[in-house]
């Protein structure tokens, strides 16, 4: 890992995205951020990021389908992914549980828990 944590976000609400970057730009924390699934795997093809957030629900695809694409590409088989969803009920969390997430952000987001919960996550203390 560098110096620098690098976390690549997948979300399509554009207050989502500025949350992050407002959050992790005070924590020294680099995001990159795409609100498309094909951008993000361009992205990924040729990058390993520290951790990656995908949203559940995408335009044009779902954040499973886009896990388990991502869980194909040998350099990003034990790379950190957690779920973000504004929409849940208790079986939506044994889902993503289940389908292979290493965690999972409930929205709203609490600005307050995020940097701590992304490096627990990725088991940087």
């Known amino acids: 890992m560098t110096d620098k944590i690098t976390v690549f976000l997948v979300d399509d609400d554009p207050n989502i995205q500025s949350l992050f970057q407002m959050v ?8 990159i951020a795409t609100a498309d699934q094909d951008e993000a795997l361009a992205y990924l093809a ?10 559940i629900f995408l335009p044009a695809t779902d954040g499973y389908k886009l896990l388990h ?3 194909s590409l040998s350099h990003l088989a ?8 504004a929409y849940y009920t208790s079986d939506t969390i044994t889902d993503i549980e289940q389908s292979g997430f290493d ?13 701590a919960y992304l490096k ?3 088991d940087v203390v």
């Open 69 to 71: 694409t991502i869980r």
């Open 120 to 122: 627990k996550v990725m």
């Open 24 to 31: 992790l730009e005070n924590q020294d924390i680099e995001l």
């Open 103 to 115: 965690g999972y952000l409930l929205k709203p987001l609490d600005p307050q828990e995020l940097v």
């Open 46 to 55: 040729d990058h390993t990021p520290d951790i990656i957030v995908i949203d």
């Open 78 to 85: 034990q790379c950190p992914v957690v779920a973000t969803t």
